[in-house]
């Protein structure tokens, strides 16, 4: 094939074409490319000055089956068609690369046989790691310990302290939301949350009431209203809160669909958002957030960081560098409409 102008198209040089100008084999200027110790120096430098003269790009494949790998990684999610692991699964694939890992996805659907089943099919591909996304943020059990390769745990801990972990720092988030209120001169904080039995709803508790008694308060009726993550129950809660305590002036809701709840409700009993309260919401989910009214503050787990974060650790335990333990990544607060500064 040649081009316009008539001169033929670059071809990319080959392991050959290093080899030929080093002087040496094929297999010998493979070995000093990929760091093998049966090379003396002076050969190891004179192919790799062959090679940067080449531009020679080793061949990722060839590569990995010289380390014995394939190139490829298991991704096993329990709730493929949720709002939290479909980020952590796109973070990840960010962090693989177009091209450079083949990735083979799995939906366990939250059960255990199935999951079993999935992991046995990766392994048979032999896969060089697995990530595991789970839906929620409560540790869950590991996979079998005769699990052949690295395995690393995505928003969902292992229960196992020597499993390597990645998930949301809700105790800070929680923090980070009250002090945002508090910030913004609010001191009679109420903190409406979902399902009590969730470790997340529980940790993001804890943060909200070590902020206001760092800074000599508490919470509106001095706890938190756990219910379900639900508007309606958002709603439920905000009117019996007004009702109750009339003096409240700020909501830290522990999702957004309970903030649009406790929205709703505030305009329905003529309290000003954000002139007279000000709402803060937990997850960032912009179809929720940006169309209230007025568009919600939010906390956002950064959940694409989490699944990029998950893979440079899948990746550092399969080159043999493993961090054990849970990795607890920060949130933030994305501020809108629905908190401003008392002036």
Not at 29 to 38: C, T
Not at 163 to 175: E, F, K, L, P, Y
Not at 280 to 286: L, R, V
Not at 328 to 341: D, W
């Amino acid at each position: 094939m040649t081009t316009q102008s008539g001169s033929a198209t670059p071809r990319a040089a080959t392991l050959t074409d290093v080899a030929r100008l080093a002087g040496v084999s094929i297999a010998t200027a493979s070995k000093a490319i990929n760091g093998r110790d049966q090379v003396k120096a002076e050969t190891r430098l004179r192919v790799l000055e062959a090679a940067e003269r080449l531009s020679f790009a080793p061949n990722a494949l060839a590569r990995g089956l010289l380390k014995g790998r394939t190139g490829t990684v298991g991704l096993l999610t329990s709730d493929l068609e949720g709002r939290f692991s479909i980020p952590v699964l796109m973070g990840a694939e960010d962090a693989f690369g177009a091209g450079r890992v083949s990735v083979f996805l799995c939906d366990a659907r939250g059960d255990a046989i199935r999951e079993q089943h999935h992991v046995r099919a990766l392994l048979s591909r032999r896969v060089d790691g697995l990530i595991v996304v789970g839906s929620r943020t409560d540790p869950r059990p590991p996979l079998s310990a005769d699990v052949p390769v690295p395995v690393v745990y995505a928003y969902a801990p292992s229960e196992d302290p020597s499993d390597v972990s990645i998930t949301a720092d809700n105790v800070g988030a929680g923090r980070l939301a009250v002090e945002h209120l508090l910030s913004c001169g609010r001191r009679r904080v109420a903190h409406v949350s979902g399902d009590p039995g969730y470790k997340a709803a529980q940790d993001r508790a804890a943060g909200a009431e070590a902020a206001m008694a760092a800074a000599g308060l508490e919470l509106v009726g001095g706890q938190t209203f756990f219910g379900s993550w639900s508007e309606g129950w958002g709603r439920g809660a905000a009117r019996m809160i007004v009702e109750q305590h009339g003096d409240v002036d700020a909501f830290f809701c522990g999702s957004d669909q309970i903030a649009r709840g406790v929205l709703d409700a505030l305009r329905e009993l003529g309290r000003d958002v954000p002139g007279e309260v000000s709402v803060i919401g937990f997850d960032n989910w912009e179809v929720l957030s940006t169309n209230a009214r007025p568009q919600l503050t939010s906390v956002d787990m950064n959940l694409e960081r989490l699944g990029r974060v998950a893979a440079q650790r899948l990746f550092a335990a399969i080159d043999g560098t493993v961090r054990p333990g849970v990795e607890e990544l920060p949130c933030r607060v994305v501020t809108r409409a629905s908190t401003v500064p008392i002036s």
